[in-house]
Each structure stands twice: as structure tokens, then as C-alpha cells.
């Protein structure tokens, strides 16, 4: 393990350029893993599109490594026994000097490539056939269950050099009760995954198999992957024994780019400073377009059926404009790609076949299948988001891969939103912009505007990002009474609106539900209006702004300092004891500068491991917390 390096991460935002080291070799990242149905059939020349797919791409120049989704070969109508002569060879071993699907095909070359298998975890959730319950054996004739150990059979069977833990994703409409069991099946079966591998005393027989681990994770927002990865690394035995995270659930989301960077931003930012070299950062089911401003977020690498299922569309993607361009609009004067796939491109025969009634059998004067041109226009898309990978690669490497993002952001709104709503947690892509500004700033003048409206983005609350300013809400200026209650609990704020439904709002909650009820009352501290007592959470300025505080903006830091001072000034007398709970590093400054001029409480943790969003969740610091609140009932009050 300890198979992720980075090289060099002084390019923009949290870019960086790396490698991701594997039994079968490295893979230089950012990186483009395609994905490949390397199981098409009973054979290695069964899958239609897909055989002549994989032929051509083993066959590239451009080709560093694939994608295989563990369960995908029950889309090809295979036998439990046919599945068992595949697990007789890895993949790789299958797909050495193998035949080609037609006679008169050339001899494909073989697969040398790296080789990353996710664990199937939706398809195995999907069906009741491979349902086992943990520590349960497996009783169906496919010889697989739902267990980490059954999974790691399997990606171990078919040689994967990456795998990703056994995971169960969670759709935007789940329950929340659903959704949390499956948030801790996915943990317990990352955890299970680690150990089983773990060489000292793993149960999985790896047969001198060491494949480079990636935790699959999840979140719905900012808080939750958080949380999920604070989970992993709070519980994991070892975390050097993890080579990297892989974001889940996105492929619902992807239309809703705001969410998908709030996302992101959580997993790189829930990484501590000390791991963050040495854990790759992959997103699964995310295509060419957003490969910039993915990286410029922190992300490594990432997967996508999409160049095939346009191909499948019969569509080509336009190499300039990333237009899906029809066959049929494909003409010897307009179509100028001189890629590897296009060289070999005969127009006329593709037109003739392609419209032709034969689906099936060979058209004798030319030898090609509809397929072979279905699988020429998936090569030559996947050579755009290859080169645009290579692009973001080269401008990491030469400091130039915001440039090339806002250039690719001039015709596409969805980047345009996503750049944005990056800005408002990262610090160094404000300062990278010139003239860009915030929801603190009086008057907005945000360089990215959809173009059609003139009207600043709408964020992913259908609300404006750029509508509040911290003069739209003062607890100050309100006649407010607090609620009685001998404990203040000073709280930052969350993403998540409102706060009482955030992941941490929520932990804090319910870890100290064992306190009687009213014992203590909550404030939270907003980045952009200072106090905000909990009646005052469903106003509208409380739930629609979007502001955290970062380490550039000192004026706002100012005046939420200046804000909580003065709030506790004039009400932190009337509690017996007034505690800050916090861990997030910008928040703890403004909570430590806040209470020493009020001359009032006290901060926890009192020794918190590292200043880190997902530290407030620690079993440790939680009773502590609680511990300090019990004594402060017992305590003789000091009104
Ligand atoms: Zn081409």
C-alpha cells in the first residue's frame, strides 16, 4: 500500500499532478479510467460493441489503464458456470494474445494496462439473489454474496491492481433512516475490506495479490462526506493501509453541479493536511467536460461510460465544442479529427452500413459491422476526453489549469455555476480571479454570470449565492430574549440550511441526548451574520445564504468576532456557563478571539487531535462535551 504520490501541488485551487502505482504499473494523474466491459459473453470476442471497443483501446497509445464495474457481466446473460470460467484467469490473463471477434480483424493487442474494479455494491443492492447477511455464507449458485469478503473474491479472481470497497449507495430520496444504515454498512465493509487485506492477519487468501485500496464514500453534501470520512479515518486501524477515497452516489447528482463541488470540497477538505499527499481522490461516473474543474478541486481521477454511450447514440463528440455530433452529420469537408480512430475513418462505408437494414450479418463489399463503427466513434470519443485529461495534466504542471478552466467556462453555463460556487470555500481561486465577488461584498460584480439572464447563478437551494450581506441579519439589532437555560452552547454554523438538519448539527444533538431536555440552549455562529440564536434558524437571510468563513476574508472574520463579542457581552452572564464547541480551524480563531474580549466561557475540545471539521464527532470530544455540561449543572451558579 501507500500506492498514491503526489508530484507537485503548486498549481491552482487544490490541483495537483501524481501517480497512482499499481501491480500492472503506474498511471499518471489526473487520470481518465474508461470504463470497459471486458465480460461481454462467454468469450473473449463476445460483446458486440464492446469486443471491438476493448480491441481498439488496448490497441492505443493513449490508453493508461480501465474501468471495470464488478457486477456488469449480468447485463450478457451469463451462467453461474460461465462465470466460473472466467474466475479461472484474471482479465488480463484472458485478454493476452486473445483471438479478435472477426477472422479477417486484426490480432488485437493485449491488455497490459492497470485495471480498477469497483465492487458492484448497486447491482448487488438491487437484487435479493445476493443477499447475505455479514458472517453468513453464501448460498446462491453465482457463489457470490453481498460481503466485503465475497467482492474481494471476486475483484481478486478477475486480477484487479485498484479496487474500490464494497459500497451501497444512497439515491436523494432515501429515507433518513434508510440512509444512515447504509452510511454504516458502507463504513463497516470499507473497514472489513482493509483488514481482510491487511497482510498480518488478513482472511482473504490474496494469493500474493496486493491490489492499491480505494475507499468508496458518500455524501449528499458538504457535512456528510465530511463525516464519512472523518468515520473511516476515526475507525480505521491503520489509515496508511488506504490508498485513496472514490466519491459514490454522484451519477443522480451530476446535472446539479453546485452540489457535486460542495461534495468534493468536503472530501478534500475532510482530509488532514498530514494524508493529503499520500491519499488519490477519484470520482466515479463524471465525463470529460468537468475534468478541469474536478482537478482543480483536488480530484485525481475519474471513470465514465459516457464516450461509449454516445457512441451508442450514434454520436461523435465534437473535439472543439464537446457538441454530440450525429453520423450522419459526419461529412469528408466538415469532419477535420485527424485522431487515431478518425485516420481509419471510411465515411462513405460508415454511412452505407450504418443506414443500412442489416443489423446483424456482415455487408459483404465492405466486411464491417454496424458495431465496428459504433466502436470507432466510441475510440475516437474517448480520445476527447483523454487529450482534455492530458490538457489538465499539462496545465497543472504549468500553473495554467484555472486559466483553462474559465476558458472552457465561456460556453458552458454548468462550469460557470461550478467555478462560482468553488470560489466560495476556496481562497485561492478568489485570489486567482481579479475583480470576482462574494456574498460578503457589498456590490457584486461576479466575473461568471449566465450569460442569457445577467443575473448572478442560481445555486443548487434555487436561491441566489450573491443575494445576502452580513447587514440582512444582526442578532443585535433585534429585540431578542434568550431562551432560559443554564448552558449557552456556541456552535458553528453548517452548509446544510436549516442548521438543526445539518450531519453536524444533528451528531452534536444527538450526542448529548442523554441530558435532560433544556439544559443547554444552542447559538450559532453564521460566517456571514455572526450569532444567530436557534429561533431565528428559519428565517429566510438564515436559510439562504451560503458563506463559510475562510483564512483570506479578515473583514468578515472582523465582524463576526466583533458580533459574538458584543453577543455574549450582553447575554453570556445570564448562563451559568457558556461553551464553544468547536473544531474547524477559521471558526475556533473567532471563537477563541471572541470569548477571551468577552471575558466569558470556555472552548472545546480542550485538546482536539487536529483542527478538523470532522473532529467535533469524536466520541472523545462529544463527552467531553457532555461531561463539561453536567458539571456545570452541579456547579454553584454564578448569577
Ligand atoms: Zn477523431
Given at each position: 500500500?501507500?500506492?498514491?504520490?503526489?508530484?507537485?501541488?503548486?498549481?491552482?485551487?487544490?490541483?495537483?499532478?501524481?501517480?497512482?502505482?499499481?501491480?500492472?504499473?503506474?498511471?499518471?494523474?489526473?487520470?481518465?479510467?474508461?470504463?470497459?466491459?471486458?465480460?461481454?459473453?462467454?468469450?473473449?470476442?463476445?460483446?458486440?460493441?464492446?469486443?471491438?471497443?476493448?480491441?481498439?483501446?488496448?490497441?492505443?497509445?493513449?490508453?493508461?489503464?480501465?474501468?471495470?464495474?464488478?457486477?456488469?457481466?449480468?447485463?450478457?446473460?451469463?451462467?453461474?458456470?460461465?462465470?466460473?470460467?472466467?474466475?479461472?484467469?484474471?482479465?488480463?490473463?484472458?485478454?493476452?494474445?486473445?483471438?479478435?471477434?472477426?477472422?479477417?480483424?486484426?490480432?488485437?493487442?493485449?491488455?497490459?494496462?492497470?485495471?480498477?474494479?469497483?465492487?458492484?455494491?448497486?447491482?448487488?443492492?438491487?437484487?435479493?439473489?445476493?443477499?447475505?447477511?455479514?458472517?453468513?455464507?453464501?448460498?446462491?449458485?453465482?457463489?457470490?454474496?453481498?460481503?466485503?469478503?465475497?467482492?474481494?473474491?471476486?475483484?481478486?479472481?478477475?486480477?484487479?491492481?485498484?479496487?474500490?470497497?464494497?459500497?451501497?449507495?444512497?439515491?436523494?430520496?432515501?429515507?433518513?433512516?434508510?440512509?444512515?444504515?447504509?452510511?454504516?454498512?458502507?463504513?463497516?465493509?470499507?473497514?472489513?475490506?482493509?483488514?481482510?487485506?491487511?497482510?498480518?492477519?488478513?482472511?482473504?487468501?490474496?494469493?500474493?495479490?496486493?491490489?492499491?485500496?480505494?475507499?468508496?464514500?458518500?455524501?449528499?453534501?458538504?457535512?456528510?462526506?465530511?463525516?464519512?470520512?472523518?468515520?473511516?479515518?476515526?475507525?480505521?486501524?491503520?489509515?496508511?493501509?488506504?490508498?485513496?477515497?472514490?466519491?459514490?452516489?454522484?451519477?443522480?447528482?451530476?446535472?446539479?453541479?453546485?452540489?457535486?463541488?460542495?461534495?468534493?470540497?468536503?472530501?478534500?477538505?475532510?482530509?488532514?493536511?498530514?494524508?493529503?499527499?499520500?491519499?488519490?481522490?477519484?470520482?466515479?461516473?463524471?465525463?470529460?467536460?468537468?475534468?478541469?474543474?474536478?482537478?482543480?478541486?483536488?480530484?485525481?481521477?475519474?471513470?465514465?461510460?459516457?464516450?461509449?454511450?454516445?457512441?451508442?447514440?450514434?454520436?461523435?463528440?465534437?473535439?472543439?465544442?464537446?457538441?454530440?455530433?450525429?453520423?450522419?452529420?459526419?461529412?469528408?469537408?466538415?469532419?477535420?479529427?485527424?485522431?487515431?480512430?478518425?485516420?481509419?475513418?471510411?465515411?462513405?462505408?460508415?454511412?452505407?452500413?450504418?443506414?443500412?437494414?442489416?443489423?446483424?450479418?456482415?455487408?459483404?463489399?465492405?466486411?464491417?459491422?454496424?458495431?465496428?463503427?459504433?466502436?470507432?466513434?466510441?475510440?475516437?470519443?474517448?480520445?476527447?476526453?483523454?487529450?482534455?485529461?492530458?490538457?489538465?495534466?499539462?496545465?497543472?504542471?504549468?500553473?495554467?489549469?484555472?486559466?483553462?478552466?474559465?476558458?472552457?467556462?465561456?460556453?458552458?453555463?454548468?462550469?460557470?455555476?461550478g467555478l462560482q460556487r468553488a470560489q466560495m470555500r476556496d481562497p485561492e481561486l478568489r485570489d486567482d480571479i481579479p475583480k470576482v465577488a462574494f456574498s460578503v461584498d457589498v456590490d457584486?460584480?461576479?466575473?461568471?454570470?449566465?450569460?442569457?439572464?445577467?443575473?448572478?447563478?442560481?445555486?443548487?437551494?434555487?436561491?441566489?449565492?450573491?443575494?445576502?450581506?452580513?447587514?440582512?441579519?444582526?442578532?443585535?439589532?433585534?429585540?431578542?430574549?434568550?431562551?432560559?437555560?443554564?448552558?449557552?452552547?456556541?456552535?458553528?454554523?453548517?452548509?446544510?440550511?436549516?442548521?438543526?438538519?445539518?450531519?453536524?448539527?444533528?451528531?452534536?444533538?444527538?450526542?448529548?441526548?442523554?441530558?435532560?431536555?433544556?439544559?443547554?440552549?444552542?447559538?450559532?455562529?453564521?460566517?456571514?451574520?455572526?450569532?444567530?440564536?436557534?429561533?431565528?434558524?428559519?428565517?429566510?437571510?438564515?436559510?439562504?445564504?451560503?458563506?463559510?468563513?475562510?483564512?483570506?476574508?479578515?473583514?468578515?472574520?472582523?465582524?463576526?468576532?466583533?458580533?459574538?463579542?458584543?453577543?455574549?457581552?450582553?447575554?453570556?452572564?445570564?448562563?451559568?456557563?457558556?461553551?464553544?464547541?468547536?473544531?474547524?480551524?477559521?471558526?475556533?480563531?473567532?471563537?477563541?478571539?471572541?470569548?477571551?474580549?468577552?471575558?466569558?466561557?470556555?472552548?472545546?475540545?480542550?485538546?482536539?487531535?487536529?483542527?478538523?471539521?470532522?473532529?467535533?464527532?469524536?466520541?472523545?470530544?462529544?463527552?467531553?462535551?457532555?461531561?463539561?455540561?453536567?458539571?456545570?449543572?452541579?456547579?454553584?451558579?454564578?448569577?
Amino acid at each position: 500500500m501507500g500506492s498514491f504520490e503526489t508530484n507537485t501541488r503548486d498549481g491552482d485551487g487544490e490541483a495537483r499532478s501524481g501517480r497512482i502505482r499499481t501491480p500492472s504499473g503506474s498511471v499518471e494523474t489526473p487520470a481518465f479510467f474508461p470504463v470497459l466491459d471486458f465480460i461481454g459473453g462467454t468469450t473473449v470476442k463476445s460483446g458486440g460493441i464492446w469486443s471491438r471497443v476493448r480491441n481498439r483501446l488496448f490497441g492505443s497509445p493513449k490508453f493508461n489503464g480501465a474501468m471495470y464495474q464488478a457486477l456488469s457481466f449480468l447485463n450478457f446473460g451469463l451462467t453461474p458456470d460461465n462465470l466460473d470460467d472466467w474466475r479461472e484467469h484474471t482479465l488480463r490473463e484472458h485478454f493476452t494474445n486473445h483471438d479478435p471477434p472477426k477472422d479477417w480483424h486484426p490480432q488485437p493487442e493485449s491488455f497490459t494496462e492497470p485495471l480498477f474494479i469497483d465492487s458492484g455494491g448497486y447491482r448487488l443492492m438491487q437484487s435479493d439473489t445476493f443477499q447475505v447477511g455479514r458472517g453468513e455464507d453464501v448460498s446462491n449458485d453465482w457463489g457470490i454474496g453481498t460481503t466485503p469478503e465475497s467482492v474481494l473474491e471476486l475483484q481478486r479472481d478477475f486480477g484487479a491492481d485498484i479496487i474500490a470497497t464494497l459500497d451501497f449507495p444512497i439515491p436523494e430520496d432515501l429515507r433518513d433512516s434508510e440512509k444512515d444504515e447504509r452510511l454504516e454498512r458502507s463504513i463497516q465493509s470499507a473497514l472489513d475490506t482493509i483488514e481482510l487485506l491487511n497482510e498480518d492477519h488478513g482472511d482473504v487468501n490474496t494469493k500474493g495479490w496486493d491490489p492499491t485500496v480505494y475507499v468508496a464514500i458518500h455524501g449528499h453534501n458538504y457535512e456528510e462526506i465530511d463525516w464519512y470520512i472523518g468515520e473511516v479515518l476515526n475507525r480505521v486501524s491503520d489509515p496508511s493501509l488506504i490508498d485513496g477515497f472514490a466519491i459514490g452516489s454522484l451519477v443522480p447528482l451530476r446535472s446539479n453541479i453546485a452540489t457535486l463541488v460542495d461534495i468534493v470540497q468536503g472530501a478534500v477538505n475532510a482530509i488532514p493536511e498530514e494524508y493529503r499527499d499520500q491519499f488519490g481522490l477519484h470520482v466515479f461516473g463524471v465525463s470529460g467536460k468537468l475534468f478541469g474543474l474536478m482537478s482543480l478541486l483536488g480530484v485525481d481521477s475519474f471513470d465514465s461510460t459516457t464516450y461509449v454511450q454516445t457512441a451508442r447514440n450514434r454520436n461523435f463528440i465534437d473535439p472543439d465544442s464537446w457538441k454530440q455530433t450525429s453520423f450522419v452529420d459526419v461529412s469528408s469537408d466538415s469532419w477535420t479529427c485527424n485522431c487515431e480512430a478518425c485516420a481509419e475513418l471510411d465515411i462513405d462505408a460508415m454511412r452505407t452500413v450504418m443506414q443500412s437494414d442489416t443489423s446483424y450479418q456482415s455487408i459483404a463489399e465492405t466486411k464491417y459491422l454496424k458495431s465496428d463503427f459504433y466502436a470507432l466513434m466510441a475510440h475516437h470519443n474517448f480520445l476527447v476526453y483523454e487529450r482534455e485529461v492530458e490538457k489538465v495534466r499539462h496545465a497543472i504542471k504549468e500553473g495554467s489549469l484555472l486559466s483553462h478552466v474559465i476558458k472552457l467556462s465561456e460556453n458552458n453555463a454548468d462550469l460557470r455555476k461550478g467555478l462560482q460556487r468553488a470560489q466560495m470555500r476556496d481562497p485561492e481561486l478568489r485570489d486567482d480571479i481579479p475583480k470576482v465577488a462574494f456574498s460578503v461584498d457589498v456590490d457584486p460584480e461576479p466575473l461568471i454570470r449566465d450569460q442569457d439572464s445577467e443575473e448572478p447563478v442560481e445555486n443548487s437551494m434555487g436561491t441566489t449565492s450573491l443575494k445576502h450581506t452580513p447587514d440582512d441579519y444582526n442578532v443585535l439589532d433585534r429585540s431578542h430574549e434568550p431562551d432560559a437555560a443554564p448552558v449557552l452552547l456556541v456552535i458553528p454554523c453548517s452548509q446544510t440550511k436549516p442548521y438543526s438538519e445539518s450531519k453536524s448539527h444533528q451528531v452534536v444533538e444527538s450526542g448529548l441526548d442523554e441530558l435532560d431536555d433544556g439544559v443547554y440552549s444552542k447559538l450559532t455562529v453564521s460566517g456571514l451574520y455572526g450569532p444567530v440564536p436557534e429561533s431565528d434558524e428559519h428565517l429566510d437571510p438564515i436559510t439562504q445564504y451560503d458563506y463559510a468563513l475562510n483564512s483570506v476574508d479578515d473583514e468578515q472574520r472582523e465582524l463576526v468576532i466583533s458580533r459574538l463579542t458584543s453577543y455574549l457581552q450582553e447575554y453570556g452572564n445570564r448562563y451559568d456557563k457558556v461553551i464553544g464547541y468547536v473544531t474547524s480551524k477559521q471558526y475556533r480563531i473567532v471563537f477563541e478571539e471572541a470569548f477571551t474580549n468577552a471575558g466569558v466561557g470556555i472552548i472545546l475540545p480542550s485538546n482536539p487531535q487536529r483542527l478538523q471539521l470532522w473532529e467535533m464527532y469524536r466520541d472523545e470530544n462529544i463527552g467531553e462535551l457532555q461531561d463539561t455540561i453536567e458539571e456545570a449543572l452541579c456547579e454553584p451558579t454564578n448569577k
